[in-house]
């Protein structure tokens, strides 16, 4: 018998996930019916792949290993996050129809719907974290999808700007002073608390004395860069980087737009004029050259951790945008992969991804707890991605 206790937990989830459900449903009407074949980003899947994707990821999740799956349950089953430049060929006519899909997105939709019913019965705890990943993957899938619409051209979607600019208050840019000590970062796994496996294992992580800028830089200040040529100056940018910025013809950031010799920042329904005080969004690869610059360096993952719980002084360090720092993404001492979920984190330690920390605006409330890890390619400009600097020590 299950307890009141475990009961009530696991409503909570449910009701989580039918919030988590309309949130991306809801990002799904925005594209108009004609652009659901659109490939906004060319590293990623068309749009018609995610219809299909949350549904059929929540199936494999939560049914029996054993159990059969169908054909669309398989195409519908992973994501896409190429390396090296090698994109997707796919063509809109390789994919079903509209209608189809979208019969199979609802009608897996109330298999899992039974499947939650039936195994909330047994009281097992193992499904509840399942759950917990079910719920989360999706909100993860809602920022996705946000970004992504982000790029498709206004007259492919419909709706009104939700998420407006927060209030400028005047921050000073003078750096704070972090004194030397440890940085505590992951969780517990005896906490109870739900978290990915890239979250575990907690540890300590000394700190040396530094100092790190008060605030994310803003499109006003990584303006000066531009206009100093910083996207033509080869020395501020690796090897890598450069040649990635040369053949992409990157010469500002992918939401900033140049109209009657105004700078323009393109928002997800209109252009409005370059907000200078807001953080900016860039790739990497660009904070990375930015940082040089300045004659500085992104924080590492352990200085972000320190500054974020050893001062009181250190503005947006959630819900801005994210932020990248100079770590590469690997796992944490002690790590193990999720037995019903091996490729969620392994697949990317290679040294090819950077960890972000914090959040962005689309970002749900639940991910931005300090343990929380959020990784991409440092030439990947698409997400609400910004940055502070650190200062450089002295050798």
């Known amino acids: 018998m299950v307890s009141e206790a475990v009961e009530a937990t696991r409503q909570t989830l449910l009701t989580r996930l039918g919030a988590a459900r309309e949130e991306a449903d809801a990002l799904f009407r925005t594209v108009k019916t004609e652009a ?18 949350l549904e059929a990821f929540d199936r494999n999740l939560l049914s029996d290993p054993a159990s059969a799956r169908t054909e669309f349950d398989e195409l519908f089953a992973f994501g896409i996050d190429p390396v090296g430049g090698n994109l997707p060929t796919d063509q809109a006519a390789d994919w079903p129809g509209l209608e189809v899909v979208c019969d199979y997105r609802d009608r897996t939709r109330a298999h899992v719907d039974d499947l939650i019913e039936r195994m909330a019965a047994r009281g097992d705890e193992e499904f509840d974290v399942r759950l917990n990943v079910a719920i989360e993957h999706r909100l993860m899938h809602a920022e996705t999808l946000a970004y992504i619409f982000h790029q498709l051209p206004y007259e492919c979607k419909q709706g009104a700007e939700t998420h407006s600019a927060p209030p400028h208050h005047p921050i000073s840019s003078m750096p704070v002073r972090i004194p030397a000590g440890h940085a505590t970062l992951g969780l517990r796994r005896e906490s109870a608390v739900f978290g990915w496996d890239n979250e575990f294992e907690a540890h300590t992580a000394a700190a040396p004395e530094f ?68 953080p900016v969004y860039v790739s990497h690869a660009e904070a990375s050259a930015y940082a040089r610059w300045q004659g500085k360096a992104l924080p590492t993952e352990e200085q ?44 990317f330690f290679d040294g090819k991804h950077y960890v972000m920390k914090g959040g962005s605006p689309r970002t ?32």
């Not at 002690?334 to 490729?343: E, K, R």
């Not at 343990?371 to 698409?382: E, K, V």
Request: net charge neutral; hydrophobic share 35%; glycine share 8%.
């Open 211 to 278: 100092s790190i800028a008060r605030r994310k830089v803003t499109n006003g200040e990584f303006l000066r860069f531009v206009n100093d040529g910083g996207y033509q100056d080869r020395s501020l940018w690796t090897p890598e980087d450069w040649e990635w910025r040369s053949s992409a013809g990157m010469t500002h950031p992918l939401f900033w737009k140049q109209r009657n010799g105004a700078w323009m920042y393109r928002a997800m329904f209109s252009e409005i004029p370059l907000p200078p005080h807001e």
């Open 36 to 53: 659901m074949y659109d490939r906004p980003i060319p590293e990623r899947h068309r749009i018609i792949f995610y219809v299909g994707h």
């Open 364 to 395: 749900a409330p639940v991910m931005l707890r300090p343990s929380f890890r959020n990784w991409f390619q440092p030439h990947y400009p698409y997400v609400y991605a910004g940055f502070r600097c650190v200062e450089k020590e002295s050798a």
């Open 304 to 347: 972000w951790h320190r500054a974020a719980s050893g001062s009181t002084e250190v503005e947006d360090l959630h819900g801005t945008g994210w932020e990248w720092t100079s770590t590469k993404f690997a796992p944490f001492p002690g790590f193990t992969a999720m037995p019903f979920y091996p490729g969620y984190s392994e697949p």
